[in-house]
Nanobody
Framework: QVQIVESGGGLVQPGGSLRLSCAAS????????IGWFRQAPGKEREGVSC????????YYADSVKGRFTISRDNAKNTVYLQMNSLKSEDTGVYYC?????????????????WGQGTQVTVSS
């Protein structure tokens, strides 16, 4: 059974850090491009970061470049999003998706695998 589970969200002060995890079961993440998305209330979902299948290229939204890092741990079948120097603008529900295209963050809801999301709140 294919499953994707995000974890690691929570409440953090501006300037703090969080590491989100995207753990897969039932398939091998290394075979797919993996994207991180976020959505704030009243706003459209936006692509934040993406890593393609091996050898793997990485992509970042301009708003997070230099602060976020996406990586794979194939042995654990997990993709991480390390988020540093967090800002209030980073607040939202973060989703992990597999089986899409990093260029343009094309991960159709009816074709890609999506997790349930994890809440990230950056506030003092």
């Amino acid at each position: 059974q294919v499953q994707i589970v995000e974890s690691g969200g929570g409440l953090v002060q501006p300037g703090g850090s969080l590491r989100l995890s995207c753990a897969a079961s039932g398939f091998t993440l290394d075979y797919y491009a993996i994207g991180w998305f976020r959505q704030a209330p009243g706003k459209e979902r936006e692509g934040v970061s993406c890593i393609s299948s091996n050898p793997g290229s990485t992509y970042y939204a301009d708003s997070v470049k230099g602060r976020f890092t996406i990586s794979r741990d194939n042995a654990k079948n997990t993709v991480y999003l390390q988020m540093n120097s967090l800002k209030s603008e980073d607040t939202g529900v973060y989703y992990c998706a597999a089986r899409g295209y990093c260029s343009g963050y094309v991960f159709p809801l009816n074709k890609s695998y999506w997790g349930q999301g994890t809440q990230v709140t950056v506030s003092s």
